[in-house]
């Protein structure tokens, strides 16, 4: 474990000088962020943004005055998006164990608390594993966000990483992240290629383990945002993987009590009044639950728990009780993840 954990470190603090080094597409960002987080890149200092490592995109909307946890946060740049998006009231968390990652994170924190006009930083960076968050003196329960960006693979002991996250958000909060996923369980000889563990792809979890592993720690529903195949572009790597097929999905998972194994009827509504930026026609929660703004939409119970119990309850209208049980809600499947025939493969890192 601690000569992968070194591997990893020398990979992101010394073979990587920028993005334009990695080997594979893999550390690229799904699609262009909206305008919103644009607005706030912006604003990140240049050599933050060149140490970015990321597979898509980690910071969902109305985050405003939420404290924010980033697991592996490298440089930094989506704990100084974060920074900014949360204003002056929220505070943001990063942990990350390489060195050199942490002193270009730690060396601009004066730069964009003055850059965003607060009086004081909102940001700190905490070295760490994320397997040992339970170790780091992070308070559990203390968390509104829990953000991350294709970091997981990269950890041996997944399912850790899912529990001690599940115990350091609040009830109602969420892990809104994004991870390389495989179309079928990763081979021990892939798995102990340092490159192809370093470019993120050996260490993809099989999707279903991960929804076994989310489940096991709590996450009761797991929920995908977006999906896209990865294009590896590399010839001598693709060889190497063969037919296995890598996927960049974005999750987002809520600590909720009373969420169901399964999506169950209950009779119930919701209508989404709008007011959250970015969302101004329609609320998206998940890649097969839109609400456009003032439409009256059926939903399951888990639905309507991950709006009602969650920050974003006071932009909605409820309606129906629990008062009656109607069998399984129809039609509540979405996508499954990692479909071969998801439209626009990854073709250039951000």
């Not at 998972?253 to 989404?272: H, N, R, T």
């Not at 309507?304 to 119990?309: F, G, I, R, T």
Request: hydrophobic share 35%; proline share 3%.
């Amino acid at each position: 474990m601690e000569t992968l954990h070194q591997e990893v470190q020398d990979y992101y603090g010394k073979e990587l000088a920028s993005s334009a080094d990695l080997k594979t597409n893999a550390c690229c960002t799904l699609t262009a962020p909206p305008e919103y987080i644009l607005e706030a890149l912006r604003e990140v200092h240049d050599e933050v943004q060149a140490k970015y490592y990321g597979c898509g995109l980690t910071i969902p909307f109305d985050i405003e005055g939420l404290r924010i946890l980033d697991l592996g946060s490298g440089s930094g740049r989506d704990c100084y998006i974060a920074s900014k998006l949360v204003g002056p009231n929220g505070y943001v968390v990063g942990v990350d164990m390489t060195d050199e990652q942490l002193d270009v994170a730690n060396r601009h924190i004066d730069y964009h608390t003055e850059k965003f006009g607060y009086t004081v930083p909102n940001i700190e960076f905490v070295k760490g594993n994320i397997e040992e968050l339970d170790r780091l003196g992070l308070e559990k329960g203390s968390f509104d966000l829990i953000i991350s960006n294709c970091v997981v693979n990269l950890a041996k002991d997944k399912q850790k990483v899912l529990d001690d996250a599940f115990d350091l958000l609040k009830p109602g909060g969420e892990m809104y992240f994004s991870d390389v996923y495989s179309d079928r369980r990763v081979s021990q000889e892939l798995q102990n290629d340092p490159v192809l563990w370093g470019e993120c792809l050996s260490g993809a979890l099989y999707w279903n383990d991960f929804l076994n592993f989310a489940k096991k720690a709590g996450f009761t529903d797991p929920r995908a945002v977006e999906n896209k195949p990865i294009t590896i572009e590399n010839k001598k790597l693709e060889e190497k993987v063969g037919d296995l097929k890598f996927f960049s999905v974005t999750y987002r998972l809520f600590k909720i009590e009373g969420l169901e194994s399964d999506c169950e009827d209950y009779g119930q509504a919701l209508v989404y009044n709008g007011g959250i930026k970015g969302q101004e026609h329609g609320f998206e929660l998940d890649d097969h639950h839109y609400f456009p703004k003032g439409k009256v939409m059926a939903v399951c119970g888990n639905s309507y728990k991950m709006v009602h119990d969650t920050r974003f309850r006071s932009y909605f209208t409820f309606h129906g009780t629990w008062d009656t049980h109607y069998g399984i809600f129809e039609g509540c499947g979405g996508a499954m993840p990692f479909a071969a025939e998801a439209v626009g493969a990854i073709q250039d890192c951000c």
